[in-house]
């Protein structure tokens, strides 16, 4: 079985129990917290190693290290074979700055966005612009309203409820 299925077998089994799930994720975190802080350290660096080596370089699972890689692969230059992944598996950690807060963004993981190392990375005005793209991509909004006796939006200088209102 790949690494990436055991993973999420464990990760995300409701037959576990609600306690031992929340144990997990919060030991899983703060792993991610530290190896993120690590990473940020040296953002411009390329990390490369297989999944047992990288598990190995931050002292945590593999297991861990797989939820990471699977949580990093998005935001990667080059992404890696998660789906077949496996403890010999070449893997590297080269990832997009912007795209990777902005992804953090998106999962709402404070924890990981509000990073003393983003500071060296990225100024405050930065930091700001880019959360709020991220924030502004994800939310839609309505054209206004046409009332059946508005002049209808297609141009044709009819009322809409005589062009394109008609059902």
Known sequence: ???????REM???EE????KLQQLWAAYFQEEKNIYAQ???????????????????????IMTMTGFLDGINDSLKEQN???EMEEDTQVNLGFDKA????????????WLYNLEEWKDIFDEETRKAL???QKSSTTIVKGEKVYPNDPCPCGSGKKYKKC???K
């Open 39 to 61: 990473l940020l350290k040296n953002p411009d660096e390329v990390v490369t190693g297989t999944v047992k080596e990288l598990a190995e370089k931050y002292g945590v699972s």
């Open 164 to 166: 394109c209102g008609k």
């Open 11 to 13: 990760a995300y089994n």
């Open 131 to 133: 959360y709020k793209e």
């Open 16 to 19: 576990a129990g609600q306690q």
């Open 99 to 110: 795209l990777l807060y902005k992804n953090m963004v998106a999962a709402e993981a404070d």
């Open 1 to 7: 079985m790949a690494l990436l299925e055991q993973w």
């Open 81 to 83: 074979p998660i789906e």
